[in-house]
């Protein structure tokens, strides 16, 4: 290739990683495997070590993180949040203890800490006299993003330091570096849940608890089980060694992992790499290696840096949970809200000890990006406990007889033709009477969070539904005991005990109620929000787009989701026949007997408030007729500012909304001006 078309070849390259990199750390979005990014970077890297005149500062080998999403504020850090240094084996390992021992001779009596690698995220905590006042991303080491009122919502994270009985005082100023990320055992259960409601699921934890601390809504961060363990002090540390950094901090009130090891030399170190390898699997959370650290802390600054990496401490990274294997097939799962999901079967392969068979391919469009076809192999990942996924095929081993996938055009269980909504990238069999959907909805909605009928597992859903004794989930009230002893398996006593627990089920309250229903995104937390605002199912069905999204935490698409749901006969039949049948709570709505003088005033608060906890101011507003809405519009009346406001403060500036205290707030409503 002339010289020309390589460096067209480069920049196009540098553009895809470009792009690349947005998704994954803009957008949180990515449409790529690690894998193939690293890849990419390499192969960028090694165009320019043979032409190192082509390398400008936009190369996206010349840093090591993002630029800041422009969302969020810059914030400097105080001083720079270095990464490590990588060895792939304990000859690597040693290789750096003898670099490091050439540079200072003390290094060959130093002491140790190891540590386990989280997969998770940098998170910079700052406290001023005790207090948490500001939360940064890593960025790109020098700069972050102020993610303060997202990672308050992590409960992990100490608001107040040092915790209650200490005998510590509060350092005037102390910066924290640690960990987020998302455990494997929540990550499951949250991927459970998304998969029970037919929505997509997450692909790793870590993009998980990346994705979540980038949302611009606390509220919806709050929702995501991400936590934190503490590592380093930033700066003003009071200790000299790093294990007793770890117990300061621990002592301070802060998470750290009861994994850390101190030895006595490296040679122990040496001697227990084999015990972290075996290790790996039982940690609850994930891991990509340990990381090995020089105890004395002077020592370790004083080696100084190759790059950003500091020489005193370095990562061991694990293998990687990746193998190759035959992608024999690809099916179609089809999710309570018709949402179809391939996923692969496989040769079956043994991934860190355990047999993978299938691995989910996420959705269509991630199979003809990656160009996936039936025959090809494929690299899998198998990340802890997580479900594991097809990464890509391995191009170079196709022999040309692999069939490139065309997803169905009709859904694989009722043979419907299946369709795609503007934007969203999942295809839908809209079939509302396909059995797989009744199957899924029906099993929702018998389920401990919506109906709560005892006894009713996946079999009797499916025996229920195959033998055409309920094609409407209400139809399950009409159930009679001769109708069940039509079933296989059904005698008296056990037909007699189900209709007992679905008699029981019929007085559940509103918002078990609105859960069961099985409304696209309306899990068990939205469904509380609306029972508490809604006196019954009917007042739900006349809410519209607007009212619907004055809910703290409801945006147009769940807004949409519920009022589309009341738009289609075959939901509003079920309501009518929930209604017929008995299964229709009213939930009582707070009645106040307060002037309505904020009648037609809409408010939005912000800020930590003085006199109300959030939800009493809400009812304080709303007893004086006026309404709370969580995001600020051109539509706000009046913003209440607490202290240390977050982004509506500004929003409000901007758009010239009245801005008024507590008091304020009081005197507009009680009237004593
Ligand atoms: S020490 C100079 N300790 O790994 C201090 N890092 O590639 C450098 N990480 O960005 C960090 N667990 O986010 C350290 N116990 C641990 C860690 C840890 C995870 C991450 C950290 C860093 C990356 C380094």
């Known amino acids: 290739m002339e010289t020309n078309a390589i460096f067209s070849e480069y920049e196009k390259l540098k553009r895809e990683i470009h792009y690349h990199n947005y998704r994954y750390h803009v957008l949180d979005n990515p449409v790529t495997s690690d894998f193939e990014f690293d890849r990419m970077l390499v192969e960028l890297r090694q165009l320019e070590a043979e032409h190192?005149?082509?390398?400008?500062?936009?190369?996206?080998?010349?840093?090591?993180?993002?630029?800041?999403?422009?969302?969020?504020?810059?914030?400097?850090?105080?001083?720079?949040?270095?990464?490590?240094?990588?060895?792939?084996?304990?000859?690597?390992?040693?290789?750096?203890?003898?670099?490091?021992?050439?540079?200072?001779?003390?290094?060959?009596?130093a002491d140790f800490v190891v540590e386990?690698?989280?997969?998770?995220?940098?998170?910079?905590?700052?406290?001023?006299?005790?207090?948490?006042?500001?939360?940064?991303?890593?960025?790109?080491?020098?700069?972050?993003?102020?993610?303060?009122?997202n990672i308050r919502t992590i409960r992990a994270v100490p608001l107040k330091i040092p915790v209650e009985n200490s005998n510590l005082v509060a350092p005037d100023k102390l910066v924290v570096r640690a960990e987020a990320f998302i455990t494997k055992k929540e990550?499951?259960?949250?991927?459970?849940?998304?998969?029970?409601?037919?929505?997509?699921?997450?692909?790793?934890?870590?993009?998980?608890?990346?994705g979540s601390l980038r949302q611009l809504?606390?509220?919806?961060?709050?929702?995501?089980?991400?936590?934190?363990?503490a590592y380093t002090v930033v700066t003003e540390n009071p200790k000299h060694t790093q294990w007793e950094t770890l117990e300061y901090l621990k002592a301070l009130g802060f998470p750290v992992s009861d994994l850390a090891t101190y030895y006595r030399n490296f040679d122990e170190v040496i001697s227990q790499i084999g015990k972290w390898n075996a290790l790996r699997e039982e940690i609850p959370y994930e891991v990509d290696g340990i990381v090995i650290k020089i105890n004395d802390l002077k020592l370790s600054e004083s080696l100084g840096f190759v790059g950003k990496d500091p020489r005193?401490?370095?990562?061991?990274?694990?293998?990687?949970?990746?193998?190759?294997?035959t992608l024999k097939d690809i099916r179609v799962n089809v999710g309570r809200t018709g949402v179809l999901t391939p996923y692969a079967i496989l040769e079956p392969v043994k991934i860190g000890g355990v047999i993978v068979k299938q691995a989910t391919l996420h959705n269509f469009d991630y199979i003809s990006d990656k160009d996936i076809r039936v025959g090809d192999i494929v690299m899998i990942k198998r990340a802890g406990e997580v479900i594991p996924y097809v990464i890509g095929p391995i191009l170079d081993q196709r022999k040309g007889t692999e069939q490139p996938y065309q997803p169905p055009q009709t859904c694989p269980v009722c043979h419907q033709k299946v369709e795609n909504?503007?934007?969203?990238?999942?295809?839908?069999?809209?079939?509302?009477?396909?059995?797989?959907?009744?199957?899924?909805?029906?099993?929702?909605?018998?389920?401990?969070?919506?109906?709560?009928?005892?006894?009713?597992?996946?079999?009797?859903?499916?025996?229920?539904?195959?033998?055409?004794?309920?094609?409407?989930?209400?139809?399950i009230y009409q159930l009679t005991k001769e109708k069940l002893l039509t079933l296989e398996g059904f005698a008296d006593k056990k037909a007699g005990n189900l209709l007992t627990s679905i008699a029981n089920s019929k007085n559940r309250p509103l918002d078990r109620v609105i859960n069961a229903l099985g409304i696209r995104g309306i899990g068990e937390a939205a469904s509380q929000e609306l029972a508490r605002r809604f006196e019954d199912l009917d007042a739900l069905k006349k809410a519209d787009v607007d009212q619907l999204m004055e809910i703290e935490?409801?945006?147009?698409?769940?807004?949409?989701?519920?009022?589309?749901?009341?738009?289609?006969?075959?939901?509003?039949?079920?309501?009518?026949?929930?209604?017929?049948?008995?299964?229709?709570?009213?939930?009582?709505?707070?009645?106040?007997?307060?002037?309505?003088?904020?009648?037609?005033?809409?408010?939005?608060?912000?800020?930590?408030?003085?006199?109300?906890?959030?939800?009493?101011?809400?009812?304080?507003?709303?007893?004086?007729?006026?309404?709370?809405?969580?995001?600020?519009?051109?539509?706000?009346?009046?913003?209440?500012?607490?202290?240390?406001?977050?982004?509506k403060h500004g929003q409000a500036l901007g758009l010239g909304i009245k801005i008024i205290t507590e008091t304020e707030l009081r005197c507009l409503a009680e009237g004593n001006f």
């Open 52 to 109: 190192p005149e082509w390398v400008t500062e936009d190369s996206p080998t010349q840093r090591s993180g993002a630029a800041p999403a422009e969302q969020f504020n810059k914030v400097s850090h105080p001083a720079p949040i270095l990464s490590l240094a990588n060895a792939f084996s304990e000859i690597d390992l040693r290789a750096w203890y003898e670099r490091i021992a050439k540079v200072d001779e003390r290094v060959n009596n």
């Open 116 to 149: 386990p690698k989280i997969d998770g995220l940098t998170l910079v905590l700052h406290y001023t006299k005790g207090i948490f006042t500001l939360g940064v991303t890593r960025g790109n080491g020098e700069v972050g993003e102020d993610i303060t009122a």
């Open 187 to 210: 990550f499951g259960k949250l991927n459970d849940q998304l998969l029970k409601d037919g929505e997509k699921t997450y692909q790793n934890p870590r993009n998980t608890a990346a």
């Open 217 to 229: 809504d606390p509220g919806l961060v709050a929702a995501r089980p991400l936590t934190i363990l």
């Open 312 to 325: 005193g401490a370095i990562a061991l990274k694990f293998p990687a949970q990746e193998v190759s294997t």
């Open 421 to 475: 909504f503007a934007g969203e990238v999942a295809w839908y069999c809209v079939n509302s009477s396909c059995p797989a959907q009744l199957i899924r909805n029906l099993e929702h909605f018998v389920s401990r969070q919506a109906m709560d009928i005892e006894g009713v597992g996946i079999k009797i859903v499916e025996q229920l539904a195959s033998e055409r004794l309920v094609e409407n989930m209400a139809d």
């Open 553 to 647: 935490g409801f945006g147009p698409n769940l807004a949409e989701s519920i009022v589309d749901w009341f738009k289609v006969d075959k939901n509003i039949k079920l309501v009518d026949n929930l209604r017929s049948a008995g299964v229709w709570p009213v939930q009582a709505q707070r009645i106040s007997n307060k002037p309505k003088t904020l009648s037609g005033k809409k408010f939005v608060v912000t800020g930590t408030l003085s006199e109300f906890t959030r939800d009493g101011i809400k009812e304080y507003i709303t007893d004086y007729g006026g309404k709370v809405s969580d995001s600020v519009s051109a539509k706000t009346d009046y913003l209440v500012l607490g202290d240390n406001p977050g982004s």
